[in-house]
């Protein structure tokens, strides 16, 4: 399958910093990109949809300015954690479509994020 | 509004004893039904992807079939390796992934 690759893989930041998440698609170009948040044994949560030279489309409750989520080019998307409060730690993982169509979506390794 | 349950949310099974993982859905056109391995602290890793009623698919140890309900992932004979968390997901209308809450599967030799 296709490759994604996040970075970092973990994080340790102090309270009101920012920490920026990267998302590259290694072997393909990816015209949208998510973003997921995940919380200890549950599932994946859906912050926002991120389109190649577009603004982020983001899900109801994810605070835009707090989530900021850049999506410059076909290959990368970040995600910058805006004043990290430690209630914003959790898994962050990225993922990649191959096309605008139907086609399977590959997920990067996930980054922890802790704020102490 | 899409959505996505799992069962068992949790399974444990003796090496050899094959098993079904269930994932029933509700969504507004569906376009594609996936499904996922997780291991912990981890990215899901892609298993299977059907698209219409009927359709089945295999790898290994693993089958995926899927009715307008509910999708079927089987284990047959699995082994300690096949222990992570399976997560199924759709994709509708909506142009989301959503997905279910798991079943976290445990193979004890």
């Known amino acids: 399958g296709a490759v994604v690759s996040q970075h970092p893989s973990r994080v340790i930041c102090k309270s009101g910093t920012s920490v920026k998440i990267e998302c590259r698609s290694l072997?393909?170009?990816?015209?949208?990109m998510f973003w997921y948040r995940q919380f200890p044994k549950q599932s994946l949560m859906l912050m926002a949809t991120s389109n190649e030279g577009s603004k982020a489309t983001y899900e109801q409750g994810v605070e835009k300015d707090k989530f900021l989520i850049n999506h410059a080019s076909l290959t990368l998307s970040t995600l910058t954690v805006t004043s990290a409060h430690p209630e914003d730690s959790s898994f962050y993982i990225c993922?990649?479509?191959?096309?605008?169509?139907?086609?399977?979506?590959?997920f990067g390794q996930g980054t922890r994020l802790t704020v102490v | 509004e899409d959505q996505v349950t799992q069962s068992p949310e949790a399974l444990r099974l003796q090496e050899g004893e094959s098993s079904s993982l269930n994932c029933s859905y509700t969504v507004s056109g569906l376009r594609g039904l996936f499904w996922y391995r997780q291991d912990p602290g981890k990215g899901p890793e892609f298993l299977f992807t059907?698209?219409?009623a009927g359709e089945e698919k295999e790898k290994e140890r693993l089958k995926a079939t899927l009715t307008k309900k509910e999708s079927f992932l089987h284990i047959t004979a699995p082994k300690p390796e096949d222990s992570a968390t399976y997560l199924c997901a759709v994709f509708g209308n909506t142009g989301k992934l959503i997905f279910g809450q798991g079943t976290t599967l445990q193979v004890k030799p």
């Open positions: 059907l698209y219409s």
């Open positions: 072997d393909f170009q990816a015209t949208t």
């Open positions: 993922s990649a479509r191959l096309g605008r169509g139907l086609t399977e979506a590959f």
